[in-house]
């Protein structure tokens, strides 16, 4: 673990030259890549109300190391890219206080799950391409546009369309993060998406061999991590994998249903 | 009426072609850079019609600054009020851009709006409905109907999604967080762009008959704005660059309602359906001051008018506790907040420890969208420049000096599509093959890479602070010329430092490199917006003029095109084009 010695120095200053009242300063430890490894950084940032983790590394990338890599894009929570480990947890950069941690160092790591680029910056680009193993949603060919939905069919799907693709559930996800198969499940964010696609009232694919088969849904114990993790509160584990994981069962497991398809060929 | 600037040249000498460093070359017959809803519609389109489509964007998929818009898409299917339709949408459109928009855009965008609606619900996407099952619309700000088809507070997010999801079965490449920093010519006609991969650095040149900018918008030059980081004007300036025709620079959206408190929220953009759904705006002596200011549409006059209010008020010494003004929905009961407007439910009790359905919201103006953009022609979005099209919010005309909510999301779909379509009808009928010249590619090499042979310099984060102070101070929601003047010297000023960037570290996903190219591109729109904001004397739509508070209506009648003469920059008032008697009885309504 190494300091950067300025870093105390510049942050005195702009404290003198921004006001008279004393600001308070944070110490992060921020991982920092290097050929082949890392370390944690400390840096000291002057905390102002309401500053979130991602405010606290602008700072530091505008005053001690503009070389600092962090994905970010809306800092408003609607766009999924500031994702990190903040003192262990995976969580939004741009959603999180300082006044969270009021008085703890805090620790900003990259999501483990997905290969280094830089500092923060994980690549990310193998959720993309499970993204696109997903056949496309398909309605009937003759629907006559415009359609009629209700709004309980809007209101049931609607918390699977809220997803940001922040992947914070990917990255904690045992079945990806610690036994890496990711040949062998999609993770949780798609688990959603077919959740989405096969209960949206127009969609005509028949999902479920994919489901089991390509998407691996059986692979899932159920842990409900990435219900934890979720910065929309979706309910993933209970509305979304369950109910795959039903879906399958039914249509895999259920005597009648194996035996007609014996018979049928 | 001409202004000529001498925009100061990079030190040293310029580059030789032998000195041009490795890069990637891709070949394709349409190249979209950005893929938030104008670029994904107009990769849609262009693919449908056979011919070979890559994207580029600076972020990931799906997080463009589209995911941000919030409350709606503007289209009349007159599914809530009956009465509605094109033409009143068309009316609405153009009363509210103060008669200045291209109107021949604005009847396109109200026409064509309903079939993009119901093209993103066929591809997947989700409205809230009637109870009938038809799709919802709410009331916006200046529409006279309710009109906006939206999902909860998260149209955006839906939007993109669904054309995220449908062009990745398209036959598109896609090229994420690549940055575009050149566009390259054949004599006058496109040939392709030039830039970075962000995470390693490495040059990449795409050779294409066709060009879409669909890059966005301009806000992060301004430090209180509602625009994701990616809102630096890239492609605005990387168009005059070439040499083609920015319009209407001068007009720059303050949407009314932004976060105020606590600090590290300051800007972030607090959706208009909260009025919409029925929010009142009240001073710190609880006075809805919109009934004052505008009587008849109160709380959804349109955003110039609601942004100056709120404003007005503050400077009146009546502003809220962090000042701001205060917006208020708690009556209309927890559970409705709660399902219409769910994101700022949380938005406020995450990032404020403010309880929207007990209490009222702080809210002030926060810079939010570029009126003004690359000149194109309304039906197939082609710029000046043979070959290169615009569409979204790079793009000039639709909305004049003031743009209605839940118009964007319907430009971005409509004249998406239109310019896809074009571009690939482009590529169709100019087979010819282009050539690239290196030296252009050495010059573009060579600007990327001085700040990091350079060292220690300038900082691009304070060069970027320091323009944003200007505009904040010379060019915001109220000017003068006095103002305006000094706004400009200061712009050239720094322009000057900013060719002493220094950037440490290497290529590899460098934010600090990255910013140092951003500062260029946002310098140069600074200075387009200030230079049209000094010859535009009168008030109009977003540009507030106290030196000049009346309308003109000489000034009524034209349009500022900005464009590049030598290293200079002249302004030049160009007529608008004046629609005929039927579209003009539409406004008299």
Known sequence: MSSKATNATVAAEASDASSDTAIEETVFRVFRSSDGGGEMVEYRVPAVPGMVVLDAMHWIQAHVDGDLAVRWNCKAAKCGSCSAEINGMPRLMCKTRLDAFEGQEIWVQPMRTFPLIKDLVTDVQWNYEVNREIPAFTPPSDAESPWIIHQEDVSRLYEFRKCIECFLCQDVCHVLRDKDQKSRYYGPRFMVREAYLSMHPMDTVDRTRGIKEDAGVSRCNITKCCTDVCPEHIHITDNAIIPLKERVVDEYYDPILWLKRKLSG | ?589
Request: hydrophobic share 40%; proline share 4%; charged share 25%.
């Open chain 2, 1 to 589: 009426m001409d202004i000529v600037s001498n925009a100061p040249r990079p030190d040293g000498p310029a580059p030789q072609v032998g000195d041009v460093e490795p890069y990637q070359t891709l070949d394709y017959d349409v190249l979209v850079i950005g893929a938030g809803g104008a670029g994904l519609r107009a990769a849609i389109e262009a693919a449908s019609a056979g011919v070979r489509v890559a994207v580029v964007s600076k972020s990931l998929l799906g997080k463009a600054h589209t995911v941000m818009a919030e409350g709606g898409m503007a289209a009349a299917l007159a599914n809530v009020h009956p009465d509605d339709s094109w033409e009143v949408h068309y009316g609405d459109t153009m009363r509210g851009g103060q008669r200045i928009n291209q109107y021949r855009m604005a009847e396109l965008h109200a026409k064509e709006a309903p079939d993009r609606v119901y093209e993103l619900e066929r591809w997947g996407a989700l409205f809230d409905r009637t109870p009938d099952g038809r799709i919802m619309q709410r009331a916006f700000g200046a529409h006279t109907y309710n009109r906006l088809c939206h999902v909860g507070d998260r149209t955006g997010l839906e939007l993109i999604r669904t054309l995220q999801d449908r062009a990745v079965h398209a036959g598109i490449d896609f090229f994420m967080e690549t940055t575009m920093t050149r566009l390259l010519k054949d004599g006058d006609r496109v040939a392709g762009a030039f830039g970075y991969r962000r995470a390693d650095g490495s040059f990449m040149l795409f050779r294409s008959k066709a060009v879409v900018l669909a890059s966005g918008g301009w806000g992060r030059i301004y430090r209180v704005t509602s625009n994701s980081w990616e809102s630096t004007g890239d492609g605005v300036a990387m168009a005059f660059e070439a040499g083609a025709e920015l319009m209407d620079a001068e007009f720059v959206q303050f949407h009314p309602t932004g976060m105020v408190w606590p600090p590290g929220v300051r800007g972030i953009l607090v959706t208009e359906a909260v009025r919409g759904e029925g929010g009142y705006l009240y001073n710190s002596e609880h006075k809805r001051f919109m009934l004052e200011y505008d009587p008849k549409k109160k709380e959804l006059s349109s955003r110039d008018v609601v942004a100056r209010s709120i404003y007005k008020e503050v400077q009146a010494g009546r502003g809220s506790q962090h000042g701001g003004a205060y917006l208020d929905i708690t009556h209309r009961g927890a559970d409705y907040i709660k399902r219409k407007l769910p994101s700022m439910h949380e938005q406020f009790l995450t990032l404020a420890d403010v309880d929207i359905t007990k209490e009222p919201m702080e809210v002030a103006p926060t810079v939010h969208y570029a009126m003004g953009g690359v000149r194109v022609e309304p039906e197939t979005e082609a710029t000046t420049i043979p070959g290169l099209f615009a569409a979204g919010e790079v793009a000039a005309g639709l909305h004049g000096s003031n743009r209605l909510g839940g118009n964007s999301l319907t430009d971005l779909l409509v004249f998406g599509r239109r310019a896809g379509m074009a571009a690939a009808q482009f590529v169709q009928s100019h087979a010819e093959s282009l050539r690239i010249d290196e030296t252009d590619i050495a010059l573009e090499q060579d600007l990327l890479l001085r700040p990091l042979r350079r060292g220690e310099g300038e900082n691009p984060y304070a060069v970027h602070e320091a323009l944003q102070n200007i505009m904040a101070e010379q060019v915001g929601i109220k000017r003068d010329e006095d103002g305006l003047r000094q706004g400009l010297s200061s712009i050239q000023e720094l322009r000057v430092r900013s060719m002493n960037i220094g950037v440490r570290g290497d290529r590899i996903f460098n934010p600090g490199w990255h910013m140092a190219r951003d500062d260029i591109f946002m310098l140069t729109v600074a200075e387009a917006i200030t230079r049209a904001a000094i010859e535009r004397r009168e008030s109009r739509g977003a540009h507030w003029r106290i030196d000049f508070p009346e309308q003109d209506s000489e000034l009524g009648r034209v349009n500022f095109v900005v464009r590049k003469r030598g290293d200079g920059m002249e302004v030049e008032p160009v007529p608008t084009p004046q629609p005929g008697v039927q579209l003009r009885e539409l406004l008299n309504v």
